[in-house]
């Protein structure tokens, strides 16, 4: 490998790693935002038992709406389903990342032995 194949892929490697970095953070970030809807799900449905049939939404900068209960209930199921398809979205990526990084590590030579996964 020459030099300046060398250094590409050092530079490659750096690249990769700050990706990876932004897309588990884009992870954490989501996997959050599920936690909150499935909670606000697991309210929903205790208020609906209690017989309530409206609720106040929040929708940003101080406003809150009543709305039908169902209705939120239907909108926060659909966000829940978007957020499990980019999380798992997320995951492959990483994944694929990963394995590209251990890769150009193993090829530079700041890897030894099988192939095995990096990282959490």
Known sequence: MSGQERNK??????????QLKSLEEQLQIFERRKIEVSTALSELKKAKEKGQDTVYQFLGANILVKKNIDSV?????????TLDKR???IKKQI?????ELEKILRDLGYIKGPSTSLGG
């Open 95 to 99: 994944e694929v990342g990963r394995k």
């Open 73 to 81: 209930k239907e909108d926060l199921e659909e966000e829940l389903t």
């Open 87 to 89: 999380i798992n979205l």
């Open 9 to 18: 892929d050092i530079q490659r490697a750096q690249i990769l790693s700050q």
